[in-house]
């Protein structure tokens, strides 16, 4: 009996890592739609992010997003398109994060982790997080 209960609670722990699923595409032409939109609002080396993220500069998300289209056999336009709605949520969620002058925010450090999930699955580099 205790054997099931401890394989229940191992289990339990760690069910939220098991259902982690592989990015998509549209979940990360989202994340590089909105990091994409931060460098053209705020720029890459007076804004907040590329204070916080040495790779930040070096990174053109517009060029990243055109590579994952083709990487994803999507047309740049029909991937754009199905990420807009969570685009805009990211976008806002960094647009906040650089006001309120805390790019360590919980919205935005599930960001660099879902662009850098990304980077590692469609094979780009360098990622934000590092590497």
């Known amino acids: 009996?205790?054997?099931?209960?401890?394989?229940g609670l191992l289990l339990a722990a760690?069910?939220?890592?098991?259902?982690?699923?592989?990015?998509t595409a549209q979940n990360c032409a989202a994340v590089y739609g909105a990091f994409a939109q931060e460098q053209v609002?705020?720029?890459?080396t007076n804004s907040l992010m590329g204070e916080r993220y040495f790779n930040y500069v070096k990174i053109s998300f517009d060029?990243?997003?055109a590579q994952l289209a083709g990487k994803s056999e999507m047309g740049v336009t029909q991937l754009k398109t199905a990420?807009?709605?969570a685009e805009s949520d990211y976008y806002m969620k960094l647009v906040d994060a650089e006001t309120d002058g805390d790019m360590d925010a919980q919205p935005?450090?599930?960001?660099?982790?879902?662009?850098?999930?990304?980077?590692?699955?469609?094979?780009?580099?360098?990622?934000?997080?590092g590497g």
């Open 1 to 7: 009996m205790r054997i099931v209960l401890v394989v």
């Open 14 to 23: 760690c069910g939220p890592a098991l259902a982690q699923e592989r990015p």
């Open 41 to 44: 609002t705020f720029g890459t």
């Open 63 to 65: 060029d990243r997003l």
């Open 83 to 85: 990420s807009a709605a």
């Open 108 to 129: 935005v450090r599930e960001m660099i982790r879902l662009s850098d999930t990304c980077d590692a699955e469609y094979g780009f580099s360098p990622s934000l997080g």
